[in-house]
């Protein structure tokens, strides 16, 4: 699909990767500052509440560390959220070994985002996050990504490492469980 | 709510809330929103979710996050532009206080002559003609007989002359000596002179 939005937008990040390589600490700011908040967004779907920002920070930190081998066979942005992924993963199996406690079931997935829903007055906005939390963790990733921040499937696929396809299908079927869980009593 | 029979135009709703479409396809989706009331139910609901999910997540301190990040030049293990790494400073400074006082005291000690008298001192590293060898100092024993030499200032000397001369101190492995050297100066006379 031709997108000379989602081009010019990579064609900017790797002009400001070259300047901070060679030297331009300015370069950091603007590439930071362009992909921060969907990166705390992307936590924020992971169910990530406190300490999104040092997560977020952990994230440019590793990224920059390796920058010199970065490809761009994919999206700055694509592996940032590939990095965060996996950091938000390490943490909740740490969380998980220290409360002694087995894999996060959906059950514990819902409870939490209920206890938020508490605070919230749109009675549609409460259905939405219960119907979004009631989605497998990879439905909620794809989802997220997909409707969050308009990925193509194709750096969906990378970030969840699954296919373009699969992904696809990933998308439908949770979109379909929240118009369900929207439209029931 | 129900699903549009049109997978493909579904497909790109989400790229049509982000405005990330060509501006052909998007055009395509609005004429189709217009006519779909299934899609545009569809629409709402990702303009909801992506509302919430920005609703939901805090403002993130650009200026903190960068100010952890590592230096380019720790990373691409080149030095930033305009620094001099700081491991370095020291030895330039080191080189730039030698070449002053080096270059001072030549210039100190030149004569109308034609300057072909000279004192040497402890810091001088010029080499001795042979006549007065058996009263050259430690330093101008140890001293290599070329390109160590000196006949201006700092301001004469480039960034690039400094770095050369630092490589050039660095061949040079000479350790200070237990013993301070007498403070008394040796005047070498170039030709047959006697050394006081």
């Not at chain 1, 560390?65 to 959220?81: E, P, Y």
């Not at chain 1, 549609?124 to 439905?139: H, K």
């Amino acid at each position: 699909m031709d997108n000379p939005t989602r081009d010019d937008g990579a064609a900017a990040d790797e002009a400001l990767i070259a300047r901070w390589q060679g030297g331009d600490q300015r370069a950091a700011t603007e590439l930071v500052g362009r992909h921060a908040q969907a990166l705390a967004r992307f936590a924020v779907s992971h169910g990530v509440r406190d300490e999104v920002e040092e997560l977020v920070q952990d994230t440019f930190v590793r990224a920059f560390n390796s920058l010199q081998s970065f490809r761009a066979d994919s999206s700055l942005r694509t592996w940032l959220f590939t990095i965060l992924k996996r950091l938000v993963l390490d943490r909740q199996r740490a969380e998980r070994r220290q409360r002694n406690k087995v894999e996060l079931d959906e059950g514990h997935a819902i409870d939490e985002f209920d206890a938020l829903d508490g605070m919230v007055a749109d009675e549609a906005l409460v259905r939405v996050r219960q119907a979004t939390a009631r989605l497998s963790p990879m439905q909620r990733d794809v989802f997220a990504l997909r409707v969050n921040e308009g990925l193509p499937y194709a750096e969906i696929a990378r970030v969840v490492e699954s296919t373009e396809g699969a992904c696809r299908v990933h998308y439908h079927n949770a979109m379909r469980a929240i118009k369900e869980y929207m439209t029931d009593d | 709510m129900t699903d549009c029979p049109n997978g493909l135009m579904r497909d790109q709703l989400p790229e049509y809330v982000h405005g990330v479409l060509s501006a052909a396809d998007a055009a395509r989706v609005a004429a189709h929103l217009e006519e779909c009331g299934d899609c545009r139910d569809e629409v709402a609901l990702l303009e909801t979710v992506r509302a919430d999910a920005e609703g939901r997540t805090p403002h993130i301190n650009v200026a903190a996050i960068v100010s952890a990040l590592p230096r380019p030049s720790a990373v691409t293990g080149r030095p930033a532009s305009g620094r001099i790494r700081s491991t370095r400073a020291w030895q330039f400074a080191a080189a730039a206080t030698l070449v002053l006082a080096v270059g001072s005291s030549v210039l100190w000690q030149r004569s109308p002559e034609g300057a072909t008298q000279r004192v040497a001192d402890s810091s001088q590293v010029l080499p001795t003609p042979a006549s007065t060898a058996p009263v050259a100092t430690a330093a101008e024993q140890v001293a290599p007989t070329e390109g160590m030499m000196f006949g201006g200032g700092l301001s004469d000397l480039s960034l690039n002359d400094l770095e050369s001369l630092l490589g050039q101190m660095d061949s040079v492995r000479t350790l200070p000596s237990s013993q301070p050297e007498s403070m008394t100066p040796v005047i070498a006379v170039k030709d047959g002179g006697k050394a006081l």
